[in-house]
C-alpha cells in the first residue's frame, strides 16, 4: 500500500521538553513538507526538503529542525524554543512540480 | 514571493444550488494551481489541478475549477451541491519558475451544505 504515514496520531508534550513526529513515504517521492495548521489560520510551512540530505526553511521555522537522512523519512522536532507548540501537524509528499502533493493524516500535539 | 489568498471564511449553500469557492494567487511567473478538500481530524485529499492548457479543469466528486490568468483567480465550483460535501476547502499554488518544490496554501474555506 503506497502512502505517507504519520505518527504518533496524538502526542502530548510537558513544557520544556522536545518532541520528535515521525514522517514515513513509500511513494519515491522526492520533495517532503511539514506544515502546522490552527484553526483559522490554514496551513503553514515549516520546513520542506526536495532531496536527500537538503532542506529548507518555511514561513514558521523557528523553534522546529528537521532532518532528511534517508528518502522516505522527514521527522520534525519540535523544541523547547517553540513557544506555542499545540497544533495539527501534518506532513505531505510530492513528485515533479506538476505534480499533487500527498499528506499524512496528521499529528495533534498537545502541550500539557 | 508566491502566496493565495481566499477571501471567504465561510459559504453556506443549500443542497441542489451551485457553489463556488474563491481563490486569488500571486506568483511571479505562470503557476501550478490546486485545490485539496479536509474533512475532520484529517489529512488533505487531493481533488483537482491545473498545469496548463483548458482553463476549466476537473476533478474528483463532480468539482471543476476555472483558471483565470488576467483576474489571477482559480475558483473551484460544483454545479449541484450535496450535503457530503461539507467540509474545509484549501487551494494551494506552486510557482515552477521560482526553482523550488515550495507549495503555499490558503487559509481554507469552510463549505457548509444545508439540506
Known amino acids: 500500500d503506497g502512502g505517507i504515514t504519520q505518527s504518533p496520531k496524538y502526542l502530548f508534550r510537558k513544557e520544556g521538553q522536545n518532541v520528535t513526529l515521525s514522517c514515513e513515504q513509500n511513494?519515491?517521492?522526492?520533495?517532503m513538507y511539514w506544515y502546522r495548521q490552527d484553526p483559522g489560520q490554514g496551513l503553514r510551512l515549516i520546513y520542506y526538503?526536495?532531496?536527500?540530505?537538503?532542506?529548507q526553511k518555511g514561513d514558521i521555522a523557528e523553534g522546529y529542525s528537521v532532518s532528511r537522512e534517508k528518502k522516505e523519512s522527514f521527522p520534525l522536532t519540535v523544541t523547547s524554543a517553540q513557544k506555542n507548540p499545540t497544533a495539527f501537524y501534518l506532513c505531505?509528499?510530492?513528485?515533479?512540480?506538476?505534480?499533487?502533493?500527498?499528506f499524512g493524516q496528521g499529528t495533534r500535539l498537545t502541550v500539557v | 514571493a508566491q502566496s493565495v489568498a481566499q477571501p471567504e471564511d465561510q459559504v453556506n449553500v443549500a443542497e441542489g444550488n451551485p457553489l463556488t469557492v474563491k481563490c486569488t494567487y500571486s506568483?511571479?511567473?505562470?503557476?501550478?494551481l490546486f485545490w485539496y478538500v479536509q474533512y475532520p481530524n484529517r489529512g488533505l485529499q487531493f481533488l483537482l489541478k491545473?498545469?496548463?492548457?483548458?482553463?476549466l479543469v476537473k476533478g474528483s466528486y463532480g468539482f471543476e475549477a476555472e483558471f483565470n490568468k488576467s483576474q489571477t483567480s482559480f475558483h473551484l465550483k460544483k454545479p449541484s451541491a450535496l450535503v457530503s460535501d461539507s467540509a474545509l476547502y484549501f487551494c494551494?499554488?506552486?510557482?515552477?519558475?521560482?526553482?523550488?518544490?515550495?507549495?503555499?496554501f490558503g487559509s481554507g474555506t469552510r463549505l457548509s451544505i444545508r439540506p
Open positions: 505531505a509528499s510530492s513528485g515533479q512540480m506538476n505534480t499533487e502533493a500527498f
Open positions: 511513494l519515491n517521492h522526492d520533495a
Open positions: 526538503s526536495q532531496i536527500v540530505n537538503d532542506f
Open positions: 506568483v511571479s511567473g505562470n503557476p501550478y
Open positions: 491545473y498545469i496548463t492548457g483548458d482553463n
Open positions: 494551494a499554488v506552486r510557482d515552477p519558475e521560482a526553482g523550488a518544490s515550495k507549495i503555499i
